[in-house]
């Protein structure tokens, strides 16, 4: 089948593309920018960024910019994914939604409208078990953006390891934090992992942060030729 | 615990979505159990300890309702089956009842009417729905759950034979857990 994944760059939308991949093309990555840094829909930090992971995973992108307002950013959502199924004939849409109902029934809707296959690989996933699988796999992500107390400024620029997994699943016990980031708590982009063809290294960033809400903003980046194992 | 795919295909990329959040309900709740695709049971699925769970599927994916003689085994499966949304379409198909238009999609109150060993005891209860088609109720079994022209679960009449049209993997493990417990 030929599917179109909804893309932020992030952890989520890069293994549920990940997991696509092993049975079903790929056709195209669906970006949407929203102008708006809190909207209710979309992953916002560094989603300019997308492209660039696109380029190191070898597929093509489409980007669409929604105002990013509530309920009227599924119409931008809607006209993306129509434009995709034009541009690139896909049958399916890909998401990496793993407890939003929110997210994932207005996705489902949208499929629905336009009769297209709806995938979310990631729905209900252990999310303490899904961080070590991406691991495993051999992904590197970094954190990007922290949203929710007791996530401080040290957290930017942490890359996902096993202490920093056990920090998050303590976290998880005590305040309730989603580990995964899945409440919003937390955003990742990804650095390298088993889809990339070439790894992104991060050249210059800044940070802006207040209050245990912050981002990295990545300034410059490129895309690095990785060694044959 | 027989737990089954009914996917358009085999591994195919809805497994995730819809078969490992059971599996990891009745995985934490200690009972042994083992996955099959429906196309692989061959009708001597009649020993599996400890029930079977059928799965649902996306919403395109209707093509378990075009092969339902392959689900025939369960008319005389002797134990408790958990029929989820495709589960349940399939399960109404084989007892004599009908696969019906109804879509629904998101959060929806649900009323329990009836005290059964899986649902509780009547109350209102909100869960995930995913679905173009329901059912209609058939012969010996009753309503549980919604009316009879919103069928949201069923219960066969003197056995442990449960449908129910939501998902019980979002938001309602318990219900999971629970039919793990039945004997």
Known sequence: ??????????????????????????????????????????????????????EAMDIPILAW????????????????????????GIQGVVTGAIESVYQSSRVQRICRDLDLWCFNPLWQIDQVG??????REGFRVMIIGVFAYPLDESWLGKELDEEVIEKLERLQNRYRINPSGEGGELET????????????????????????RGCLQIADLRLVEKLEK | MLIVDLCYEKDSLSRYEFVDPIVQVVRKSGRRYRIRHFSDLGGGETDAEGGVILCGTALKDNSYAGRIEEFSWIRTFDGPILGICAGMQVIASVFG??????????????????????????????????????????????????????????????????????????????????????E
């Open chain 1, 1 to 54: 089948m030929k599917l179109g994944v909804l893309f932020s760059g992030g952890k989520d939308s890069v293994f549920a593309c990940r997991r696509a991949m092993k049975r079903n093309q790929v056709a195209c990555l669906i970006t949407l920018i929203s102008e708006n840094q809190d909207s209710y829909m979309f992953h916002t930090p560094n989603i300019d960024r997308a492209g660039v992971l696109a």
């Open chain 1, 130 to 135: 899904y961080l070590r699988l991406l691991l």
């Open chain 1, 65 to 88: 910019t929604t105002r990013g307002e509530e309920e009227l950013e599924l119409e931008d959502l809607k006209a993306a994914i129509a434009r995709a199924r034009e541009e690139y």
């Open chain 2, 97 to 182: 009842g009908k696969i019906v238009p109804w879509p629904e999609i998101g959060l929806k109150e649900i009323q329990v009417i009836s005290e059964t060993p899986l649902l509780g005891e009547p109350r209102s209860i909100t869960g995930y729905h995913l679905h173009n088609y329901g059912v209609d109720l058939p012969p010996d079994f009753d309503l549980v759950a919604g009316s009879s022209d919103n069928v949201q679960a069923f219960k066969r009449r003197g056995h442990q034979v449960y449908g129910i049209i939501f998902h019980p993997e979002v938001r309602n493990k318990w219900i999971i857990e629970r039919f793990c417990q039945l």
């Open chain 1, 189 to 212: 982009f990804v650095l390298d992992g088993p889809i990339l063809k070439k790894r992104v290294e991060v050249v210059k960033f800044s940070k802006i942060y207040d209050n245990y």
